[in-house]
């Protein structure tokens, strides 16, 4: 993968694991909020990994993290926040 393409989606489970993985970007990074809003939609989280597909129930999950942000946001989206140490 061309490293300044990729994407990353960080999975943190309810039980505390923790998994990251990587995936090139859309050419329009809309479509992964699209994405995100089937995914909840259908209460879980379905991953092509080329090779096998993983499906994850969001009650397994408690947060999703997504590296660089989709373009453009659903207007429930807090935007300009930052962590506070």
């Given at each position: 993968?061309?490293?300044g393409k990729?994407?990353?989606l960080t999975i943190r489970y309810a039980n505390g694991r923790k998994q990251k993985f990587e995936y090139m970007p859309e050419e329009d990074r809309v479509n992964i909020a699209s994405n995100i809003r089937e995914a909840l939609n259908a209460n879980q989280l379905l991953l092509d990994?080329?090779?096998r597909v993983l499906i994850i129930p969001f009650q397994n999950i408690q947060s999703i993290e997504i590296s660089p942000p989709p373009g453009k946001l659903p207007p429930i989206a807090i935007k300009n926040v930052r962590f506070i140490p």
């Open positions: 993968m061309d490293e990729k994407g990353f990994m080329g090779d």
